[in-house]
């Protein structure tokens, strides 16, 4: 599995993104795709994971109700939607694939075995 994410870029503060995540290779059955992201200084924060083959959805606490995570089943695409950007989301935003359940990307993050090259993402104030 190869991950390719893109759709970052320059954003002012209030205004909102959509990040993708574009997968080749085999087949995703069983797999989990998650969202983290990582900014100057700071550890990779899990940001939100969907289950590919039923998609059920999880999200950091910070994350809940400004971010949503979706899959594009036929494009083999995830995509991370966020809303009302604020400075502090200033940060490089990775896309991950595991065979694991969804709810557990979080605590895993140090051991899913595939990532995208990450794209930047920049809110200006």
């Known amino acids: 599995v190869l991950l390719q994410a893109c759709g970052g870029g320059l954003v002012q503060a209030g205004n909102s993104l959509t990040l993708s995540c574009a997968v080749s290779g085999r087949s995703l059955s069983g797999y989990s795709m998650g969202w983290f992201r990582q900014a100057p200084g700071k550890e990779r924060e899990f940001i939100a994971a969907i289950d590919w083959d039923v998609g059920n959805v999880h999200y950091s606490r910070s994350a809940e109700g400004r971010f949503t995570i979706a899959r594009n089943y036929a494009q083999r695409t995830v995509y991370l939607r966020a809303n009302s950007l604020k400075a502090e989301d200033t940060a490089v935003y990775y896309c991950?694939?595991?065979?694991?359940?969804?709810?557990?990307?979080?605590?895993?993050?140090?051991?899913?075995?595939?990532w995208g090259q990450g794209t930047q993402v920049t809110v200006s104030s």
């Open positions: 991950a694939a595991d065979q694991v359940p969804s709810g557990t990307m979080s605590q895993l993050r140090d051991r899913l075995k595939t």
